[in-house]
């Protein structure tokens, strides 16, 4: 193992161009912004796409997402408008005319919103919370995947889960979590594969991570349940010398990756263990 290593390094400087273009950012710009999808432009609906906007920035900013479905929350959300800098819309059908039954009140668009620093700071100290302004370290993610018909890991450049893919990084980017996903050439130096990942050792996986531009490694296992009636995905996670492990099941893949950034955050800003 420690020869394929070695490899890794070899394509570290190009591997780490595409990890930057595929993932996530947490700066000072970026981390007091929120989007949410609303239907058509009107304020009714632009005010509850706020109020979602400003719940998900909260744990964002917190990195703390036990805040999710505190009521406290609610309170706050009745109070958007004072805690809105700006915000705009994109069109997602843009392109697409408009059909004879369907009015712009009916389009979905992309709500971006930036809201007021100092205000979310004291909103957050007074739910008893604190930012997470500590440089967030970039997550690669090493995922296996089981959808019932065969197996694969998730890779960058893989033409598999390309829809996976960019579940993970829309997770990562609404947690404001530095996000990778490895390339096929580093995975394959290095040895992983969809039948290793289990067994791999979290402080290997670390070692692959700082060597294609990452910090540490966050490990994942996603499996299609009939049963279940969805996914089954469990994480891995190493740091400050514990490991923690967290599950999800009977779920959407978009919803297996919200849980894996959400853990991963949880960890990594000091809140403690995900259930």
């Known amino acids: 193992m420690s020869s394929s290593l070695r490899h890794v390094s070899v394509v570290a ?9 595929a993932c996530g950012t947490a700066d000072a710009e970026n981390l007091y912004q929120a989007q ?4 058509g432009q009107g304020e009714e609906n632009r005010v509850a796409g706020l109020a979602q906007a400003l719940k998900d920035l909260l744990v964002k900013v917190s990195g703390d997402p036990t805040l999710v479905g505190d009521p406290r929350l609610d309170t706050m959300a009745r109070q ?3 805690f809105v800098r700006e915000f705009r819309y994109r069109d997602r059908m843009a392109g697409i005319p408009v059909h004879d039954e369907q009015g712009t009140r009916d389009r979905p668009y992309d709500l971006a919103v930036r809201f007021h620093p100092q205000k979310v700071d004291a909103a957050l100290r007074s739910l008893g919370r604190k930012p997470w302004t500590a440089a967030r370290p970039r997550v690669v993610v090493f995922l296996g995947v089981d959808n019932g018909a065969t197996t694969y890991m998730l890779a960058i450049d893989g033409d598999r889960g390309r829809d996976q893919r960019d579940a993970l990084s829309a997770a990562a980017e609404r947690l404001g979590m530095p996000m ?3 390339d096929q050439a580093a995975l394959i ?13 979290l402080a290997m996986l670390d070692t692959v991570a700082k060597a294609v531009g990452g910090d540490l490694a966050l490990a994942g296992k996603l499996v299609w349940s009939d049963e279940a009636l969805g996914w089954i995905a469990g994480w891995r996670l190493a740091s400050e010398g514990h490991t923690y492990h967290w599950q999800i099941r009977g779920v959407s893949f978009d919803e297996a990756f919200r849980s894996a950034m959400r853990g991963a955050a949880q960890i990594l ?7």
């Not at 949410?36 to 239907?39: E, K, R, S, Y």
């Not at 800003?269 to 259930?275: Q, V």
């Open 80 to 82: 958007v408008g004072a």
């Open 269 to 275: 800003s000091g809140h403690g263990a995900p259930n």
């Open 180 to 182: 990778a996903v490895p």
């Open 189 to 201: 130096q290095a040895g992983i594969t969809y039948q290793h990942l289990p067994a791999a050792d």
């Open 36 to 39: 949410t999808i609303v239907t």
């Open 13 to 21: 400087q190009l591997l780490a161009l595409l990890l930057m273009l």
